[in-house]
């Protein structure tokens, strides 16, 4: 029958994600050795088309081109699955959605008028069907072989869902937010990263998007009520994940108060 057959694909990103795949090293030689890799353009020049039993996807929307190439994949794939922040909710270059995307190609291409680009940078699921979505900024590199290896042997992957909070508690980490009065988005930020930055004394940044059922508006309420002002906390919300849509949301609530009391 012969291995299944694996597919990388990228589209806009840093390539960060696929990196950290290349990064896990002995746990990837061990990936590599049970799936036929068919087309990786990061780690190998072998380019072969479909059809793909696994094809993984980085990157967001953000031309008519990508349109219609994830179109394919799609078509291509039995199982799709979109890794890291760009992949699933349109990362850090869905901070132009909603601005005026043609100011923007002024500002920064000589001849804009050869630039073909669509107005907002959307996420892979408001496409094409998501077998599954491996969050992060960049993607936990374990969690994204655990998501093979599953596949693999016929089981549901194991990723967590619980906040950042949580991960804290376990590690004996200080509440930042609690102790020094630093804004921290643990509380509402799925876990994926072990709890890094709060245990370097910074708040979570949000890295890996909204956790299950998040109450953002307490979570501001209490910033808010820290002294914090609506425009800081909606600011906080714009990172790598700004088109999540509980934190789309919450944000877009903030600038509309802001608007309100001006």
Known sequence: MGKPKLGVFKFASCDGCQLSLLDAEDQLLAVADAVEIRHFPEASSRMEAGPYDIALVEGSITTPHDAERIQQIRRDAK???TIGACATSGGIQALRNGADTAEFMRAVYASPEYIQVLDKSTPIAEHVKVDFELRGCPINQYQLIEVIQSLLA????????HSVCLDCKRRGTVCVTVAQGTPC?????QSGCNAICPSYHRGCYGCYGPAAQPNLVSLSTHALNEGASAAEVSHNLRNFNVYAPAFRNESQRLTDQIKEQN
């Open 79 to 81: 199982f799709l699955m």
């Open 154 to 161: 016929g089981r549901n992957p194991r990723t967590p869902r």
């Open 185 to 189: 988005l643990g509380p509402v930020t």
